[in-house]
């Protein structure tokens, strides 16, 4: 049983590979385009792509080209190449600009930008790019039926960009950086003031700042030590019962400590 079903298996390969073959040398183009419409519905999207790589050439300039060009353009996106995909929606829109299939290739486009757009902690650049083509499709269809779930994706988007933001501030605490990791954490809040990492950035950067200061030259470290008094303030005034409380109140008194010893010094030369 189990032979005899490879082998029908493999009949019907050949059988297919056959017909698709002879689809790809027939001269009627028209035939050419039924078959391919009939492997993207039978969701065969290889086969599909390269007949309408050949079709969008063909029909440039008639009334087939629009709908050649949409099923190609779904074609590359369904067999997962997405930068493809992306670059040939794009197209479509600036092609076909009244086509009734433009709202979902303006939005298509995002979206190929968005599924190629990796983990945190890779680089960001498709993201980047993905919250702008979803801006710029709300722009163009504020009362589209896509809206919504573009809004949904752009604060997806962005909520990696804060993760991102977070991981490279903390990776420069952890680098004992810490000049660069308080200006990090400064700009993780300024970029986003409503992150749920506020707490911990701030107390983060209260450290940094405070052993910053003290590492400083003797010059320097007045000033620095003061600014480690201002993020402490930030952070009881964010976060009044803040976990983080006790060890911030230390971290606080030390650099008072530091603060009026400089000053005794100072007043001693």
């Given at each position: 049983m189990?032979?005899g079903t ?6 019907l ?12 040398k027939n001269p009627?183009?028209?035939a050419k ?13 290889y086969h599909?792509l ?8 063909v ?5 087939k080209?629009?709908d050649?060009?949409y ?14 995909a992306?670059?040939y929606?794009?197209n479509?829109v ?9 709202e ?5 486009y995002?979206y190929c930008?968005?599924l ?12 980047l790019e993905?919250i702008?083509k979803f801006?710029?499709?709300i ?11 573009a ?10 960009l ?6 490279i501030?903390k990776?420069?605490?952890d680098?004992?950086?810490?000049k660069?990791?308080v ?7 300024n ?9 911990i950035?701030?107390f ?13 030259v003797d010059t320097k470290k007045?000033?620095r ?19 983080y ?12 400590s530091a603060?009026?010893?400089l000053?005794t ?5």
């Amino acid at each position: 049983m189990k032979k005899g079903t490879l082998l029908i298996l493999m009949l019907l390969t050949l059988v297919s590979c056959s017909k698709f073959q002879r689809l790809t040398k027939n001269p009627d183009m028209e035939a050419k385009y039924q078959g391919a419409v009939k492997y993207y519905e039978k969701k065969d999207y290889y086969h599909a792509l390269q007949l309408f790589e050949e079709l969008i050439s063909v029909y440039r300039g008639t009334a087939k080209a629009e709908d050649s060009y949409y099923y190609y353009s779904f074609c590359t996106y369904y067999v997962d190449d997405y930068q493809t995909a992306a670059y040939y929606f794009n197209n479509f829109v600036q092609t076909f600009p009244n086509s009734k299939h433009t709202e979902e290739a303006q939005y298509m486009y995002a979206y190929c930008y968005y599924l190629d757009s990796p983990i945190s902690s890779l680089d960001q650049t498709s993201t980047l790019e993905a919250i702008e083509k979803f801006q710029l499709f709300i722009n163009r269809y504020p009362q589209g039926e896509k809206v919504k779930e573009a809004n949904e994706r752009i604060d997806e988007l962005r909520k990696k960009l804060e993760d991102k933001s977070f991981d490279i501030a903390k990776l420069y605490f952890d680098m004992e950086e810490y000049k660069a990791s308080v200006v990090a954490f400064e700009n993780l809040i300024n970029n986003y003031p409503g992150t749920e990492y506020k707490e911990i950035a701030l107390f983060t950067m209260l450290r940094a700042q405070y052993i910053y200061a003290s590492k400083s030259v003797d010059t320097k470290k007045m000033e620095r030590f003061k600014n480690t008094l201002d993020i402490y303030y930030k952070l009881v005034d964010n976060f009044p019962q803040s976990r983080y409380l006790r060890d911030a109140e230390k971290i606080f008194d030390d650099a008072k400590s530091a603060i009026n010893k400089l000053d005794t010094q100072g007043k001693n030369l």
